[in-house]
């Protein structure tokens, strides 16, 4: 990692916090401990061996640690230290939403993120003490890419890539785009749903708790402050 080559406090935290992934992976870490897996998926670009290093350095300087997971699984959790940096990721996220906001270019249109944002954000919970299938299609995708499935039950919320069987309580239908601007506070689903950019078809009880089932964050209500060109 490169330094600074300075005993400023500035320039020694910006060499943690800076360097590139590191903000993304404590923004992942913020939401509770991962593990290697979970981590990978909220950074798909990174090397498994680039993450691997940078874990055992953010380790070295304190800022996480691992912990146990269970079932003989480790898992990455932030130390008091890597706690403190947690306001300034969700500052980042909060300045992110009021200006940078705009139609995604093509290289921003991450599939593998949008699933894994919605497995790992979403409310499992929201339909009670029913088992929930949700079906996502996306519409602009090539056939293998098209279809996912979110199976809702014990207060999990699983990802499939292939269908598990059983009826789908609850079929989502709509572009790559559009699923990230609902995801990112850009479209709100009712607007996409009036406008047709959204399909919600499937049980009363599915429907009624969908939105909640979608747990959008506070930072989706921020407004884009960006100026229109």
Known sequence: MKSYGQFCP?????ELFCERWNALILRDLAAGPRRFTELKRGVPLMSPSLLSSRLKWLAEEGIL????AGGNRA????TEAGREFVPLVEALGVW???WTRRNLKEHELDLGLL?????SSSDPGAFGAHSCL????LTDQIAAKRNWWFLNRKGRCELCVEDPGGDVNLFLSCSLPDAIY???????PATAIATDRLEVIGDGWARQNFTKWLNLGPITKI????PST
């Open 134 to 137: 949700i079906r996502l299609e």
């Open 182 to 188: 609902i995801v990112r506070g850009d479209l709100t």
């Open 223 to 226: 407004a884009s402050r960006r």
């Open 75 to 78: 898992a990455y959790a932030l």
């Open 10 to 14: 500035v320039a020694k935290a910006a």
């Open 65 to 68: 640690e691992r912990v146990d």
């Open 96 to 98: 992110g939403q009021r």
């Open 115 to 119: 699933v894994w944002s919605l497995e």
